[in-house]
């Protein structure tokens, strides 16, 4: 909580998130800070490029899992058009699988939505001061693959590239190629090459298997 007995600016936040529950649960918890206020939110990706240009945010919550388009592709493309806008990554998923991931899109931080408020004020302060913020167990997890200087411990996901990564987690969760094409704005042959690389990457044979694969990672995120 900031100081009393003074004037505060409030820093403006701007939620990302497709769930109506969770975004007020957002606002209600940011909105009782002195120091913080929740400017605008949007429900999806194009929404929110569209705003967050209009209303000059000094933060940008954003979730990964959108409707129209990966949380990630998003961050890039914030911070191509807003160089100085910082990000901070929220998610159900396992932060392990994100973390490195948001970091290279150019996030400034990570925190899992099953986070308590005061970790999530704490994070959205720490990203606003211009650090980076993680979690204590991904901390540890990034010094000590650091220390050992070898990456046997990294989950084989890790090596797909971040539209590998996208594609995968549509099978996850239920969508066709032709779906997935659709909502890329792929083709479908290009669906077909990333989804074959992805397959010989992860020592897969057959689609149906990598499907099996993929909604097992997205119920266990």
Known sequence: MAETGQAVN??????VDDHPMMREGLRSIINLEPDLTVCDEADNARK?????????????????TLPDKSGLELIKELKARCPALPILAISMHDESLYAERILRAGAKGYINKHQPPAELLKAIRQVLAGHLYMSQEISETFLKRFSRGA????????????????IFQLLGKGHSAKEIAQQLRLSD????VHNANIRQKLKIKTTSQLIRLAVEADALG
């Open 48 to 64: 929110a490029m569209t705003q967050i240009e209009k209303t000059g945010p000094d933060l940008a919550l954003v979730d990964i």
């Open 189 to 192: 042959k290009t669906v077909a």
């Open 10 to 15: 409030p820093k403006k936040i701007f939620v």
């Open 151 to 166: 990456s046997s411990s990294r989950s084989p996901l890790e090596i797909l590239t971040d539209r590998e990564f996208e």
